[in-house]
Structures are given as structure tokens and as C-alpha cells.
């Protein structure tokens, strides 16, 4: 069966530092995978999506970038941290037909200090 | 260019009594729906999808969603709410601009004893 696995759970960092979040999925090749941030009241807001690996695609113009260095891997990063980049952030994945909706990990929350 | 509503940003009712959770979409195409839920610092659970089948659909937890097409709605429903079922629903649309889902902006569900 497929899974997918997100860390870490809390991370708490100063402004200014540097981000890596990482997402990776099993049991399943070639899924789109996506990730989401979800700040106080404002329901999920779509970050990046990628159908392959190396292919990226943003929503949001932002200080936060998206890398897929492996077919099931998807990394969210940033060079440098603001106050407005806490949140909680979610990686998700579906199939190519993407009927079967996402299957979500457990997030991250971060907090920007 | 689809979107989704769903009525009211916080609902209460008290254990035993109805649960009905309103969305309503937009969409140029036949859509797929789907209904999440959240609980506290956790990732989004699939809980049922319409996909063109039969316009009601059930899912876990003893809830189910009816699509009515002349309406564009699907509202998800409980027969009856258990303390267990307190939480952040979000409804979900099929055909974002990067083949992504659009998703509501979230109900939370407070269940009294």
C-alpha cells in the first residue's frame, strides 16, 4: 500500500534561517505531488506542484522553492525565513488521474520566531 | 474557473443531533468532489469522492454527501454526531490550473455533550 511520510512534526526557527522540509511516498511511482501551506483562517493554499522529477511548478510567488531530486521525494526549502512563512505545512500525493483525490502526510508546523 | 464555498466557518450541534456540512462548487466541467477532515495538527483524511457514480456517496464515519448538479452543491450529512466527529472539514473540487484540487476554505465541526 502507498504511504507517504513528512518531517519533521514542529520545527521552530529563527527569522532569517535556512528551511528544509521533506516529504517522500512509497508504494506507488510517478505521482504528482504537492505542497500546501495552511496558515490561521485561511483555509490551504497551494505552494508548488510537480508531476516528474526536476519539474516544478509555483503557485505563489514567495521565498519559499521546491526541488524533486527523486521520483518520490519533494523537498520544500527556504533560504531565509520570515515571520508570515509559519504555518502549517502539508505534503500531499495523488495518481496521475487524479480522480482518487491526494492522500496527505501529518504536516509540519513550523514557527518563525 | 472552478471554485468551492462552503456556508459557515464554524458549526456546533450536540451529540446525537445532525451533522449537515454545506459546500458549494463551480465548475465548466463535470467535476469530482471530495470530502477531508482534519483533526487538530494533523494532515487531511479522505473521507468520501464523487467521481460520476451513484449521486449519493458514503464514506467513513457514517457520513455520506449527496451531488445535486441542479444546485452544484454537495453537502456532507450525519445522521447522528458523536463527540468524536469535532473537527475541520474541507470540501474539494477537481480542476485546478495545474490538474490540482481547489479546496474550501473549511468548516469546524464543534460537537456538545
Known amino acids: 500500500s502507498q504511504t507517504i511520510h513528512q518531517w519533521p512534526a514542529t520545527l521552530v526557527q529563527p527569522v532569517g534561517s535556512p528551511l528544509s522540509l521533506e516529504c517522500t511516498v512509497e508504494?506507488?511511482?510517478?505521482?504528482?505531488l504537492y505542497w500546501y501551506r495552511q496558515a490561521a483562517g485561511r483555509g490551504l493554499q497551494l505552494l508548488f506542484y510537480?508531476?516528474?522529477?526536476?519539474?516544478i511548478s509555483s503557485e505563489v510567488p514567495q521565498n519559499l522553492s521546491a526541488s524533486r531530486p527523486q521520483d518520490r521525494q519533494f523537498i520544500l526549502s527556504s533560504k531565509k525565513l520570515l515571520l508570515s512563512d509559519s504555518g502549517f505545512y502539508l505534503c500531499?500525493?495523488?495518481?496521475?488521474?487524479?480522480?482518487?483525490?491526494?492522500?496527505f502526510g501529518s504536516g509540519t508546523r513550523l514557527t518563525v520566531v | 474557473a472552478q471554485s468551492v464555498t462552503q456556508l459557515g466557518s464554524h458549526v456546533s450541534v450536540s451529540e446525537g443531533a445532525l451533522v449537515l456540512l454545506r459546500c458549494n462548487y463551480s465548475?465548466?466541467?463535470?467535476?469530482?468532489l471530495f470530502w477531508y477532515v482534519q483533526y487538530p495538527n494533523q494532515g487531511l483524511q479522505l473521507l468520501l469522492k464523487?467521481?460520476?457514480?451513484?449521486?449519493l456517496v458514503k464514506g467513513i464515519n457514517g457520513f455520506e454527501a449527496e451531488f445535486k448538479k441542479s444546485e452544484t452543491s454537495f453537502h456532507l450529512t450525519k445522521p447522528s454526531a458523536h463527540m468524536s466527529d469535532a473537527a475541520e472539514y474541507f470540501c474539494?473540487?477537481?480542476?485546478?490550473?495545474?490538474?490540482?484540487?481547489?479546496f474550501g476554505k473549511g468548516t469546524k465541526l464543534s460537537v456538545k455533550p
Open positions: 500531499a500525493w495523488s495518481a496521475i488521474i487524479n480522480s482518487g483525490g491526494y492522500t
Open positions: 508504494g506507488t511511482s510517478n505521482p504528482n
Open positions: 510537480s508531476v516528474g522529477i526536476g519539474q
Open positions: 465548475s465548466s466541467v463535470p467535476p469530482y
Open positions: 464523487y467521481t460520476s457514480a451513484a449521486t
Open positions: 474539494a473540487v477537481s480542476g485546478g490550473s495545474q490538474g490540482n484540487l481547489i
